[in-house]
């Protein structure tokens, strides 16, 4: 059998396909558990030993997204016929649907600020990552510096500073407020990594470009940007977990208008008993986004940052 | 169509100087290389008549308009780079319609112009390509094809040929010259490789630490250095030197080396202290009654010629001379020199000194 120094053998691909899927299942066994959990009924969730199998129910998700009141067994039956399956289920409960939640317009919210500060993050940083990278900028290294220190300390530690800040300026529990806070955490990482990655880009692409008649601005729309988008997609991703996962910021700067998703979930807990499936439904809508835009962007995260133009 | 002036460039980075004061002129149509070590500023000249870099001082004319600070793109000057530079998320065609894309161009026009170009470089079949699987010769040639596209009024080449195999270089030179040749337009070449440069150029400038040794023919750069360093970079073997103490005389055809006279082109210049001799290997002779005594060291078999490696009391010498010539290591032999083919230098400047062989080839003195 042939041998061969840099290719991993047969068996160890196997040790090392075993291992990484045995931590892959076991990561995901605590997610798995929320999204099962999700479809339960309240008494299936709390039931003792947990149920593995299990009737699935969308209880979690219409209590997720509605309020409910109580009425009495007879005027449950003086009602007319349920008009679509959330109300039967709820009236299985004694209940009607009183109204919306608030789930869907803090889930907006989230969507608003997440992607909004991921946008303006990696916006900002492509452009300052740019200059850093090609321009002669005096202090470079100490700017450079000086806008990794913001990252030096838990952001969480000037939360008194910027809420009174915040207060002064009429930015408490708004959405631009939300953006401008989670845009300054993330633009120290969006600036180093793409500068990262434009450092990588032979600068003999632009120059082409200026050769070929097109201005600086253009060059770096057209030949850099393209080249750049491994990296603009691994940072916007990182930038996204961040802003989207936050919850102490949320927590003390939102409450009502911008308040997001994640101080939002935990409420419900209080609001007619434990009901497990209904957290369980938030937090599993609440990983979507992130997950497709991972997936989308997947494609860009595994694929090499130069494809062999320039001669090695 | 275009005439380049250089006139008195300079370039600094910081306290570094890439390019010290620097003159030539580069005709319309010529092919013109700028040779030199690497670090010499070859790349900087190229670059600033370019527009890549804005030169310190001095002034660059194309067609008598001064462009030294214009943007490259309204140079209208296209540029090959060493490593190619081809768009990598772009595929052939996309890549040599690029420059015609920004000025706007037809979609119709732009198509006649690429398939007109990919006629003349053969690549018409890999036009859907993308550009990340092709060879060497093929980015090369997609490379030229981005150059040649727009007719610009002239071409820089970076060391094209600098990345490709030594086998394929040779093929690329020659096609390259006799691309040149058919469109006819300026072309500045840059090159560290002495053969390419003697092969290819219709002229040559020779730079060494940021200045210009020399500017001329091949032939007047070969049979004529003006200094030290342009006798020694250009040739393979380097111009033999003969280290001595002795002067020369305004009108005297020879000069005292030791205890022998020995003959030398007509001098125009009175010269004394420490000088060189400097002879191509070529036109050293061996025979019994040559005037230095050597010692043959080494032989080194070309096949038409061989060169002969000899011990004298002037360092080591090398002689090009016909392969059947029976010379064996060991042998003690007489060397002599065409006496029209040499040139004296003075040590101290590293210049030559003015000669009837090499009178007016220096542009600068």
Redesign the interface.
């Known amino acids: 059998m042939s041998y061969s120094v840099t290719e991993p053998s047969s068996r160890q691909k196997w040790i090392a396909g075993t291992l990484v899927i045995t931590y892959a299942l076991i990561t995901m066994v605590p997610l798995l558990w929320i999204m099962m959990t999700s479809f339960k009924t309240p008494p299936d969730s709390i039931s003792y030993p947990p149920k593995v199998m299990y009737q699935p129910s969308l209880e979690g998700y219409v209590n997720l997204f509605t309020t409910r009141t109580r009425v009495s067994p007879e005027r449950l039956a003086a009602l007319p016929p349920p008009e679509n399956f959330a109300e039967e289920i709820v009236r299985n409960r004694n209940m009607v649907i009183a109204g919306p939640s608030k789930f869907g317009g803090r889930f907006l919210n989230s969507v608003i600020i997440g992607f909004g500060s991921t946008f303006l993050s990696v916006f900002l940083g492509t452009l300052a990552a740019y200059a850093f990278s090609r321009f002669k900028i005096p202090l470079a290294d100490d700017l450079l510096f000086f806008i990794l220190s913001t990252r030096m300390m838990p952001p969480i530690a000037v939360a008194i500073p910027i809420f009174l800040m915040y207060r002064k300026l009429g930015l408490t529990d708004t959405h631009l407020g939300m953006i401008l806070l989670y845009t300054a955490v993330n633009i120290s990482l969006a600036v180093w990594l793409l500068k990262g990655f434009i450092d990588e880009i032979p600068r003999e692409y632009e120059e082409a470009a200026l050769i070929d008649g097109y201005t600086r601005f253009q060059a770096f729309y057209k030949v850099v940007l393209p080249q750049a988008a491994t990296g603009i997609a691994s940072t916007a991703i990182f930038c996204l977990i961040f802003a989207w996962n936050e919850y102490a910021f949320a927590v003390l700067l939102t409450s009502g208008t911008a308040q997001t998703a994640p101080p939002f979930i935990p409420t419900i807990i209080g609001v007619g008993g434990l009901d497990w499936p209904a957290i369980a439904a938030g937090a599993t809508l609440f990983l979507l986004p992130v997950m497709i835009f991972t997936v989308m962007l997947r494609k860009h995260l595994l694929r090499g940052i130069t494809f062999g133009a320039v001669r090695k | 169509m275009a005439e380049i002036v250089i006139k008195d460039l300079r370039k600094d980075f910081g306290d570094f100087t890439a390019v010290k004061e620097s003159s030539f002129t580069i005709a319309d149509g010529e092919f013109f290389m700028l040779l030199g070590p690497s670090g010499c500023g070859k790349t900087t000249t190229l670059r600033m008549i370019?527009?890549?870099e804005l030169p310190s001082s001095g002034e660059i004319f194309l067609n008598g308009e001064e462009i030294s600070q214009k943007?490259?793109?309204q140079r209208d000057?296209?540029?090959v780079?060493q490593?190619?530079?081809?768009?990598?998320?772009m595929n052939v065609r996309k890549n040599i319609s690029?420059?015609l894309a920004?000025?706007g161009m037809s979609r119709r026009d732009i198509k006649a112009k690429v398939a007109e170009v990919s006629k003349i470089l053969g690549i018409e079949h890999m036009l859907d390509r993308?550009?990340?699987?092709l060879s060497?010769g093929d980015?090369q040639r997609v490379a030229l094809g981005?150059a040649i596209v727009?007719e610009p009024k002239a071409f820089m080449m970076d060391e094209p040929l600098g990345?490709l195999d030594a086998e394929f270089r040779e093929h690329m030179s020659e096609e390259l010259r006799a691309l040149h040749d058919r469109m006819g337009a300026t072309t500045v070449y840059v090159t560290h490789d002495q053969l390419e440069a003697m092969q290819m150029g219709d002229k040559i400038v020779v730079m060494n630490n940021a200045v210009v040794e020399q500017f001329g023919t091949p032939r007047d750069i070969y049979d004529k250095p003006a200094s030290l360093f342009v006798a020694d970079f250009i040739g393979s073997p380097s111009m033999n030197f003969l280290y001595f103490n002795g002067q020369v005389f305004d009108g005297h055809a020879s000069v005292q080396l030791g205890q022998q006279m020995v003959d030398i082109p007509q001098q125009l210049a009175n010269v004394e202290g420490e000088l060189v001799l400097g002879v191509r290997p070529e036109h050293i002779s061996l025979s019994d009654n040559g005037i230095i005594r050597c010692e043959v060291l080494a032989v080194e078999y070309l096949g038409t010629t061989q060169i002969v490696v000899l011990a004298s009391e002037y360092g080591e010498l090398k002689a090009r001379v016909d392969s059947t010539l029976a010379v064996n290591v060991g042998d003690h032999v007489g060397a002599s020199f065409n006496a029209s083919t040499i040139t004296l230098f003075n040590k101290a400047s590293g210049k030559a000194i003015r000669s009837v062989l090499n009178d007016g080839v220096f542009p600068h003195g």
Do not use: D, E, T, W
């Open positions: 370019a527009g890549l943007p490259p793109s000057i296209a540029f780079f490593m190619f530079a081809l768009y990598p998320h690029y420059p920004s000025q993308p550009v990340g699987g060497g980015r981005r727009r990345a």
